[in-house]
């Protein structure tokens, strides 16, 4: 078969069909075993079945093994982060196990499989520093660099395939690592769209009546539905500041008033700086709110909700001609990227750090993520 169309399409091909494989059946693994111990010991097998079919169908189509970190990666940046990084880690152990148990698989010397494996690794690691892992060009080239990796090491010896040296070999490959992320990237966007509009259809109904948010029946409902789907979210707790002392003076009326005019104030904000796909606001109960921002950053969400409380501070809340309410908040932010998509255990986080913007001073936000070890703890 040419080389060529193997390296640029049908090993590509069946490499994006085996990464869409993967997430359908771990999003069902989800739903039955919900502890992270089942679903390391169910995924670790079944990652190591289809790892082995992977080397199986590239030494078949090629001679050579390719594409034996893609699995490992896709299911550390989008479905399981801490499964996927050890999965990373022992990715080589079972491919040296492979190679010297079967007789199928091309013999490379076990150095070269150990040492590629920690570059991988190294590889992975230095891709999701703070600094490259929110940016959106970072897995593309993180995955084209490792399979590049890969190719020096195992085809360094070969200079001919079917008429075409290691240097083009390592062209097709990057070619065809292109191919497979642009395929699953259609897939993975079509199949969030797929989720929004769920969301859409479980929040049209369940608002709260003072405030236009949602109420906290739909922020289950969503939480039952993201535990599955599970997209990249960051969870913004809000809390008003003595906002006890705005109803002991005014009065409830007011106070009602203060809440309503506040989400109006914050959800128009937020128009106005992304869209309105990227955020909801749920009445989490009383004065405080539970926030949830898609395809955004930490950093971008806290510039957000900062320059929002400046605003808020400036202009206050204008009850009427006479009463005009000066009011600020408390916030924390976490990412679910940070706890295996948990959003259950990202709302507790982002809470933590709420919590800690009140007792150190109020109107102020919070990132869970810069609190230490100590702090977490205490407020948990």
């Known amino acids: 078969m040419n080389a060529t169309i193997v390296l640029v399409l049908i090993l590509p091909i069946l490499v994006v069909s085996l990464v869409i494989t993967v997430d359908t059946v771990f999003r069902t693994l989800k739903q039955w075993f919900p502890n992270f111990e089942s679903q390391f010991f169910v995924i670790t097998f079944l990652y190591f079945v289809y790892l082995y079919i992977l080397l199986a169908l590239s030494t078949y189509l090629l001679g050579e093994i390719i594409y034996e970190y893609t699995l490992a990666l896709f299911i550390a940046h989008y479905f399981f982060k801490k499964i996927g990084k050890i999965l990373l880690a022992i990715t080589p152990i079972f491919i040296l196990f492979s190679v010297e148990t079967s007789s199928t698989l091309m013999d490379t010397s076990s150095q070269n499989i150990l040492l590629l494996g920690l570059l991988q690794f190294l590889l992975y690691w230095i891709f999701n520093l703070?600094?490259?892992?929110?940016?959106?060009w970072s897995f593309p080239l993180l995955f084209i660099l490792a399979t590049?990796?890969?190719?020096?090491?195992?085809?360094?010896?070969?200079?001919?395939?079917?008429?075409?040296?290691?240097?083009?070999?390592?062209?097709?490959?990057?070619?065809?690592?292109?191919?497979?992320?642009?395929?699953?990237?259609?897939?993975?966007?079509?199949?969030?769209?797929?989720?929004?509009?769920?969301?859409?259809?479980?929040?049209?109904s369940k608002k709260d009546l003072l405030t236009g948010s949602y109420n906290f029946t739909a922020l289950n409902e969503v939480i039952e539905?993201?535990?599955?789907?599970?997209?990249?979210?960051?969870?913004?707790?809000?809390?008003?500041?003595?906002?006890?002392?705005?109803?002991?003076?005014?009065?409830?009326?007011?106070?009602?008033?203060?809440?309503?005019?506040?989400?109006?104030?914050?959800?128009?904000?937020?128009?106005?700086?992304?869209d309105a796909t990227q955020f909801e606001i749920y009445r989490f109960g009383g004065e405080e709110f539970c926030l949830f921002f898609y395809d955004l950053s930490e950093k971008e969400v806290f510039t957000l909700l900062d320059d929002f409380s400046i605003r808020l501070k400036?202009?206050?809340?204008i009850v009427d001609e006479d009463v005009r309410i000066d009011l600020t908040f408390s916030a924390g932010i976490a990412s679910n990227d940070d706890y295996e998509k948990d959003l259950l255990t990202t709302i507790e986080r982002a809470?933590?750090?709420?919590y800690y913007s009140k007792e150190f001073g109020r109107n102020q936000i919070?990132?869970?993520?810069?609190?230490?070890?100590?702090?977490?703890?205490?407020?948990?």
């Open 148 to 204: 590049f990796l890969s190719i020096i090491f195992r085809w360094n010896d070969i200079q001919i395939l079917q008429g075409k040296t290691s240097a083009d070999i390592r062209l097709l490959a990057v070619l065809g690592s292109l191919f497979i992320v642009l395929v699953f990237n259609v897939y993975y966007n079509m199949r969030e769209k797929e989720v929004r509009h769920h969301r859409e259809a479980i929040l049209q």
């Open 130 to 136: 703070p600094i490259l892992k929110k940016k959106k």
């Open 225 to 274: 539905l993201l535990k599955i789907e599970s997209p990249n979210v960051v969870v913004g707790m809000i809390d008003l500041d003595l906002f006890k002392s705005i109803n002991d003076k005014h009065g409830h009326l007011v106070g009602n008033v203060v809440l309503k005019e506040f989400i109006d104030l914050l959800r128009k904000y937020l128009l106005s700086k992304i």
């Open 351 to 354: 809470d933590t750090a709420c």
């Open 366 to 380: 919070t990132l869970y993520e810069k609190l230490d070890n100590k702090t977490r703890k205490t407020n948990t």
């Open 314 to 317: 400036e202009q206050g809340i």
